[in-house]
C-alpha cells in the first residue's frame, strides 16, 4: 500500500514492493519519528534571549511564540486526534514529518513574531499528528507489553523534548545561530521519510467504508469509557502540571538560569533547560512499582520545583541542578504509571483517540500557565514571576499527591 493510497482510504495493492521491516525496526521507526520532532520543536529554547534581542519581542511576546505551538498542538489532537486509526499509522507519521519539514524552515527565516508565532503553529500541528499514531504504533507492535509500550511512548516523547534544548544550544554556535539549527534538522526529518516512504504498511485499524469514507476523519466528540475515567482524569492532571512546568523550562527559564549560573551561553542554558525532562525521560528505564509510587513521585516533583524556584534567591546553581534531576525523575515516574494505567483500560480500536485526549489536556498545561507568567513576568519581573510560578506548581502537585494517595487507600 503506497502513502498516497493510505491518504485516500484505497485498499492495499497486492504484491507491491515495499520493505517487509522487522518488529523492532517499527519500533525504532516509530519512536523516532516522535523524537526528531519534538526536538524541532524544542530547539529554539536557548535561543529565545537571542530572537528577543533581534526581533525587538517581549518576555509576553516569548511565551505567545511558544503557545501558538500548543495551542494548534491541542487542536490537531482533538480534531484528528484519531485520523491514524483510518488512514493508517504510517499515513499520519508521513503527513507529520512533511508539517514539521516546513514548520522548521519558516521559523528558520522568520523576522517578526508573526512568522515566529506561524513556524511554531506547523511545529504544534506536525507533533500532533504524530502524537497518537506513534503511540498507537507502539502499543500495536507490543501486544503483550503494554507496560513497555507506555515506556518507549514517554522515553521518546520527553527525550524529544529534553534533547531539543540542548542541540539547539550546542547548533546555534555555527553561523546563522537562529536558522541553521533548523536547516539542519530539515535535512534530518528528510532522511526520516525515505524509510517511512518504502515502509510495507499494515493495514489501518478501523479503515473507513461506504462512499464517503473521508467522514470518518470529522472530529469526534471526546469521550472515555466508565472504566477508564477516573484513570484519564488522573493521569490528564498529572500531565497538565507536568507541562506547566516543562512549559517554563522551555520558554522564560533559559533567561532565569542564565541568571543562576551568571553565564550566558547558549549551551549552558540549553542544557539547563532540557535537565527536567531529560531526567524525565530516563526514569522511563528504572522499574518502580509499589502502591504508594504515584503519590510519591509527586511529592519529590512538588518538592523540587519549589526548590527550583530557591535556587536563584539562593544563587546555588548545584541547588538547581539537584531539584531540576529530582523533579523530572519524580514527574516520569509518576506520568508513566498513571499513563499506563488509562492506556490499559482503553479499547485497542479507540487508543489513538483517547491517548490524544489525554495530550490535549496535558499539552494545555504548556499553553495556559506559561501565557500567565509571562504576563506575571512583563508586571513584576522574571524572578519574582518565576518564584510564584514554582510554588503554585508545588502546591498543585501535593494537592494531585493527596488525590492519588487518596485513591490508592479507596482501592484497599
Known amino acids: 500500500m503506497t502513502v498516497f493510497s493510505e491518504l485516500r482510504m484505497r485498499q492495499a495493492t497486492a504484491g507491491r514492493w515495499g520493505w ?79 508539517v514539521g519539514l516546513v514548520g ?10 508573526l512568522m515566529l508565532s506561524a513556524g511554531r503553529m ?24 503494554p507496560e513497555w509500550a507506555s515506556r518507549f511512548t514517554l522515553l521518546s516523547s520527553s527525550g524529544g523534548v529534553a534533547a531539543g534544548p540542548a ?26 521519510l525515505v524509510p517511512l516512504w518504502l515502509l510495507k504498511a499494515r493495514p489501518a485499524i478501523r479503515p473507513a467504508e461506504g462512499p464517503r469514507p473521508y467522514m470518518a476523519l470529522a472530529p469526534r466528540r471526546p469521550s472515555v469509557s466508565r472504566e477508564a475515567r477516573g484513570a484519564f482524569w488522573l493521569a490528564s492532571s498529572v500531565g497538565f502540571l507536568s507541562f506547566a512546568v516543562f512549559g517554563f523550562c522551555l520558554s522564560l527559564a533559559p533567561g532565569y538560569f542564565a541568571v543562576v549560573v551568571h553565564a550566558d ?12 525532562l531529560a531526567a524525565s525521560a530516563l526514569s522511563q528505564l528504572l522499574t518502580v512499582r509499589g502502591r504508594f509510587a504515584v503519590p510519591a513521585g509527586l511529592m519529590v516533583l512538588g518538592i523540587s520545583i519549589v526548590l527550583v524556584g530557591a535556587a536563584a534567591s539562593l544563587s546555588s546553581p548545584i541547588l538547581l541542578v539537584a531539584a531540576s534531576l529530582s523533579a523530572g525523575v519524580g514527574q516520569g515516574i509518576a506520568f508513566r504509571l498513571v ?20 495530550y490535549v489536556i496535558t499539552y494545555l498545561g504548556s499553553a ?11 508586571v ?28 490508592v487507600l479507596r482501592r484497599g
Request: charged share 10%; glycine share 10%; net charge positive.
Open 20 to 98: 517487509d521491516a522487522s518488529t523492532t525496526a517499527r519500533l525504532v521507526l516509530a519512536g523516532a519519528v516522535m523524537f526528531t520532532l519534538l526536538v524541532g520543536a524544542n530547539l529554539a529554547s536557548p535561543l529565545y534571549p537571542l530572537l528577543q534581542s533581534e526581533l525587538g519581542i517581549t518576555s509576553l511576546g516569548v511565551t505567545i511564540a511558544f503557545a501558538s505551538y500548543v495551542l494548534a498542538l491541542v487542536a490537531v489532537l482533538m480534531l484528528a486526534g484519531h485520523w491514524s486509526d483510518h488512514i493508517g499509522r504510517r499515513a499520519a507519521l508521513v503527513l507529520a514529518v512533511l
Open 104 to 113: 522548521g524552515l519558516v521559523f528558520a527565516n522568520a523576522d517578526n513574531l
Open 122 to 145: 506547523l511545529q504544534g500541528i506536525a507533533v500532533g499528528l504524530a502524537t497518537g499514531a506513534s503511540s498507537a504504533a507502539l502499543r500495536e507492535l507490543l501486544p503483550s507489553r
Open 167 to 192: 542541540i539547539g544550544g550546542l547548533l546555534s554556535l555555527l553561523p546563522g545561530a537562529t536558522s541553521t539549527p533548523f536547516f539542519i534538522h530539515a535535512a534530518v526529518l528528510l532522511l526520516l
Open 265 to 276: 551561553s547558549r549551551p549552558m542554558t540549553g542544557l539547563l533547560a532540557g535537565l527536567t
Open 339 to 358: 499513563f499506563n494505567d488509562v492506556a490499559s483500560k482503553v479499547e485497542a480500536s479507540r487508543h489513538a483517540q483517547i491517548i490524544s485526549t489525554v
Open 368 to 378: 495556559v500557565p506559561v501565557i500567565g507568567l509571562g504576563l506575571a513576568a512583563s
Open 380 to 407: 513584576i519581573g522574571l524572578g519574582a514571576a518565576a518564584s510564584y510560578f514554582t510554588m503554585v506548581c508545588g502546591l498543585a502537585a501535593t494537592v494531585l499527591a493527596a488525590a492519588s494517595l487518596r485513591r
